[in-house]
């Protein structure tokens, strides 16, 4: 749960957040107008294609699903469209105020809450998944994150976490290059090896680690580095043997059973 000395740091972590919501710059479309929302779930799945091959949105008709953190709830939309019953938790008001108006253009329901994923307001074992995309390497205190989305979890259910992969490629390519990489001034950022994610994971009875996420063209940078980048770098990385890669994801998943 969110400790009395936890919250002054919560309280920055809301107030960066509900000014700088994730991805918000990618549209030229007025937030919470159509085009504005197209843009982000184009984007979105462009840059994490994976998503659609690793996570089964289309398969939880009729099952409760969170997302902590949901953002302007791109992902929520993908499984409330498949017919899951669809809950959003973030920290920030206007991200929820956004989440609102994307589910109602979409002509889907979804409860959507202003909360604290350290702090999550509902009962034990009350979903069937729990997706916790980007959220523990930005929470004051990822522990209580992780233990908050296991207690709220059914008994057999699954969640799944993302955080940031410190041995990865573009970690070391951002030093490399002297190029900060998106939020670095978030009043929390945390990148985690794989062996620190798997101990905030301890709790669940079994978990599956993916590193994922390979270079794309970069949509957010220019000039000669972001040239370099995206004619250069992103097509002789990928063309790689996967195998010999893999572990330098820059996004590293989890998916746990309760």
Known sequence: MTTLENRPRNDAVRTYWNH??????????????????????EYHFDKLHHLLRLV????QRGRAVLDVGCGTGVDLVRFARAGAV??????????????????EIQGLNAELIVGDG?????????????????VVQYTTNAQALVNECRR???PGGEAIFQVYNRVSWLNLLSKVMKVDLEHEDAPVLRKYSAGEFSR????????RLVPERFPVKSRLHGGWKGMLYNTC????????????VQRFGWHLLAFCRK
């Open 86 to 103: 669809a809950t959003g938790v973030d920290i920030a008001p206007a991200a929820i105020d956004l989440a609102r108006r994307n589910f």
């Open 200 to 207: 905030l994971l301890t709790g669940f009875a079994d978990v």
């Open 152 to 154: 709220v979890l059914k």
């Open 56 to 59: 089964d949105f289309a398969g």
């Open 233 to 244: 770098f992103v097509g002789a990385f990928n063309a790689l043997p996967r195998p010999l």
């Open 20 to 41: 700088r919501i994730h991805d918000l710059d990618i549209s030229r479309n007025p937030p919470g107008t159509p085009g504005f929302f197209a843009d982000l779930d």
């Open 118 to 134: 350290e702090a999550l307001p509902f009962p034990d074992d009350r979903f069937d998944l729990v997706f916790a995309h980007g």
